[in-house]
C-alpha cells in the first residue's frame, strides 16, 4: 500500500467517513473512494470491514 493508502485505512479503522477523510487530507470524496477501491484490490478483499481486519490481524496498523 502507499503511504496514503495506508493513511486512509487507518482513518477506516477509526470509523471516518469518506466526507471526513477527504477533509482531512484535503481532497475529493472521490479521491479517497478511488483510494479505497485500489486499497481493497490490492488486499484481495471485497469490502472496508474486510480490509480494517486484514490490516489489523498483520499489524499493519494499530
Do not use: C, M, W
Amino acid at each position: 500500500l502507499t503511504p496514503r493508502e495506508l493513511d486512509i485505512l487507518i482513518e477506516l479503522a477509526k470509523g471516518s467517513t469518506d466526507r471526513e477523510i477527504a477533509a482531512k487530507f484535503v481532497v475529493a470524496e472521490g479521491t479517497v473512494k478511488t483510494h479505497i477501491r485500489h486499497i481493497l484490490r490490492k488486499l484481495g478483499v471485497r469490502n472496508r470491514t474486510q480490509a480494517v481486519a486484514y490490516v489489523l490481524r498483520r499489524g499493519l496498523i494499530q
